[in-house]
């Protein structure tokens, strides 16, 4: 019996190992900082997109929402929570996240505090993995599977004056009108009441619905996706959002987004 339980053991982390669950574009895991394995149980279920809040404490990138209150503390840094076991799975699927999955894999970084200089101890950070990163260095584009997306204090001038860029930036919708270059802004995100104009989902109509599409009508004319977030986690709404093309949806509930896009994968 132990022996067979070992085999059955063995046998489930090689299709784990092997990347054999299904990879969901369209899946962003919110709020990682509250999970025990955040990037472990965002991979498990499919997850082609994470977000990290970091914080800058002494020279060092922490994941963490709020600063802790002791000088002693338990958070992990973002080189070992994220960094590293990214770069592993990278190296062991031979360049890829998911394999055969042609897609890029998002790794946004919210900052919380102190954004120029978490923006240097970042690239520091970065520098070590760039392989895996899709980065422009001297105006000269390299693919990677990677796309570190930064949001929260986004250090702008800091990124647009690098010669070694290892980052992107998280666009806000008055960022349109400026017209960021694609590969720099990628991406474009707002609190999903903001964009509707409402606090409840009981009050999302069409009319606040259509919003929605004339952003991401906006946004794509740019080449740009569009990511809400604080948004309930409600299927109606997912349909909705898939409907109007969102790039990606957010969500905290990792296996209920997952069932739900699995069972509309095809449709």
């Known amino acids: 019996m132990k022996n067979l339980i070992w085999t059955l053991f063995l046998l489930g982390s090689s299709v784990y190992m092997s990347g054999q669950v299904t990879p969901l574009p369209l899946a962003h895991s919110h709020n990682d900082y509250e999970r025990e394995n955040p990037l472990a149980d965002a991979l498990a279920n499919g997850f082609t997109s ?7 404490i002494y020279g060092k990138l922490y994941v963490g929402h709020n600063m802790p209150n002791k000088k002693r503390h338990d958070l992990k840094t973002l080189t070992k929570q994220y960094l590293k076991p990214l770069y592993k799975r990278f190296k ?44 422009y260095e001297n105006g000269e584009f390299h693919k990677g599977k ?11 001038r800091d990124l647009l004056f690098d010669d070694l860029q290892l980052m992107t930036l998280d666009g806000r919708p008055d960022d349109l009108a400026k017209n960021y270059d694609t590969p720099l802004m990628p991406f474009i995100s707002e609190h999903a009441g903001k964009v509707c104009q409402v606090k409840n989902y009981e009050e999302v109509g069409e009319k606040e619905i259509q919003r929605i599409y004339e952003l991401v009508a906006k946004a794509t004319a740019q080449g740009k996706k569009v990511r809400l977030w604080a948004t309930p986690e409600e299927e109606g709404l997912w349909k909705e959002l898939q409907k109007a093309g969102v790039g990606l949806i957010n969500t905290d509930d990792l296996g209920r987004l997952r069932r739900y896009l699995q069972s509309n994968i095809d449709r």
Not at 50 to 56: N, R, S, T, Y
Not at 111 to 127: P, T, V
């Open 146 to 156: 990677v796309t570190v997306i930064l949001s929260g204090e986004r250090p702008f």
């Open 92 to 135: 062991a699927n031979n360049g890829e996240i998911y394999k055969g999955y042609d897609g890029d894999f998002y790794l946004w970084i919210d900052i919380k505090f102190e954004s120029g200089q978490a923006y240097q101890a970042l690239r520091e950070r970065l520098d070590p993995f760039r392989e895996m990163l899709n980065y």
């Open 50 to 56: 994470v977000e990290a809040d970091i914080l800058f």
